[in-house]
T-cell receptor
Framework: QKEVEQDPGPLSVPEGAIVSLNCTYS??????FMWYRQYSRKGPELLMYTYSSGNKEDGRFTAQVDKSSKYISLFIRDSQPSDSATYLC??????????????FGQGTILTVHP | SQTIHQWPATLVQPVGSPLSLECTVEGTSNPNLYWYRQAAGRGLQLLFY??????ISSEVPQNLSASRPQDRQFILSSKKLLLSDSGFYLCACSRAENSPLHFGNGTRLTVT
């Protein structure tokens, strides 16, 4: 079993739709959770960084963490064609021998149609 | 803010040839540095990480090596490339062990 599981999709939605992207994780030591967006042939770009359970909002993006269920989500409101990309979730635990190493999900390919 | 420079952006090399990919970081001191490889399936595999000059840890035994000759310079090398070394190589840095990673724009390596 992978430590971080993410549905690879692909996911295709019309412009303006609400998008829900999800990951589950198995390591209860994970404390920090991130979402990255990656356009084709580019490096991943950090979208959201959260620590505690609950919601964090930034513009059209909302990250949600439920540590009791080991479930993390990213919601995109009013989706735009420019949101078409691969979205990667990542988990991190600090301390010990972690050295800041992230564990990534496989990524979900999202296409938003005009 | 941190800026990560990687070059070259694209590279085509024959099997058995050497490899040297360079990454430099601006905007932070004593960062943690990482090399990841991303295969066609989109997952990111951690190859090496470094918490300081000359300190390299390998996550996956393979045909590659890494070095950190200066605080903000990270180099990925191979003496003889294999076909299986093809992929998208990403350099990343973080300021502290509980900080998010920031990535460069990668090098797409094709071994022929």
């Amino acid at each position: 079993q992978k430590e971080v599981e993410q549905d690879p999709g692909p996911l295709s939605v019309p412009e303006g739709a609400i998008v829900s992207l999800n990951c589950t994780y198995s390591n209860s030591a994970f404390q920090y959770f991130m979402w990255y967006r990656q356009y084709s042939r580019k490096g991943p770009e950090l979208l959201m960084y959260t620590y505690s359970s609950g919601n964090k909002e930034d513009g059209r993006f909302t990250a949600q963490v439920d540590k009791s269920s080991k479930y993390i989500s990213l919601f995109i409101r009013d989706s735009q064609p420019s949101d078409s990309a691969t979205y990667l979730c990542a988990c991190l635990y600090a301390g010990g021998t972690s050295y800041g190493k992230l564990t990534f999900g496989q990524g979900t390919i999202l296409t938003v149609h005009p | 803010s941190q800026t990560i420079h990687q070059w070259p952006a694209t590279l085509v090399q024959p099997v058995g040839s050497p490899l040297s990919l360079e990454c430099t970081v601006e905007g932070t001191s004593n960062p943690n540095l990482y090399w990841y490889r991303q295969a066609a399936g989109r997952g990111l595999q951690l190859l090496f990480y470094s918490v300081g000059i000359g300190q390299i840890s390998s996550e996956v035994p393979q045909n590659l090596s890494a070095s950190r000759p200066q605080d903000r310079q990270f180099i990925l090398s191979s003496k003889k490339l294999l076909l299986s070394d093809s992929g998208f190589y990403l350099c990343a840095c973080s300021r502290a062990e509980n900080s998010p990673l920031h990535f460069g724009n990668g090098t797409r390596l094709t071994v022929t």
